[in-house]
């Protein structure tokens, strides 16, 4: 039986997990996570944003639906309550400096293009309340 990998995964891959384990381990808040990892959460909004799901109900479905090949991602089971407390609860710095690790990379790959952001990023949420 052959195998390939998802294009999902290829992109996973370019982030380095020793890396970000040590932004997590940096940025962790709190009592130690016991039911899901930052690398859980880090996958499950990256599948989320990509595949275009509107609420963790609907991430947690996909994933559930997906699950042979979340083993291969390195995440197991994911429940929408552990997603919400870890979203919740785990401070954002961690995915700043992520960020900036990955805008590091780019411009040791590309020097001579200009990464270069003028005015400040701001990351919107345009959800609605009821």
Avoid at 35 to 49: E, H, I
Avoid at 55 to 69: G, T
Avoid at 81 to 86: D, E, G, H, K, T
Wanted: charged residues 25%; glycine residues 4%; contains cysteine.
């Amino acid at each position: 039986m052959s195998h390939s990998n998802s294009v999902f995964s290829q992109l996973l891959k370019l982030i380095s997990r020793h890396e970000f384990e040590t932004l997590a381990k940096t940025h962790h808040k709190g009592r130690v996570l016991r039911t899901m990892s930052r690398w859980s959460q880090f996958v499950a909004l990256s599948f989320a944003q990509l595949a275009g799901r509107c609420s963790l109900r609907d991430i947690v479905s996909n994933l559930d639906k997906q699950r042979r090949k979340s083993y291969h991602l390195g995440i197991g089971k994911v429940s929408r309550s552990s997603l919400a407390r870890v979203n919740e609860q785990q401070p954002y710095p961690l995915y700043e400096g992520l960020f900036w690790k990955l805008l590091a990379r780019c411009q040791s790959l590309a020097p001579r293009h200009g990464f270069r952001f003028k005015n400040k990023l701001y990351s919107l949420d345009a959800s609605t309340i009821d």
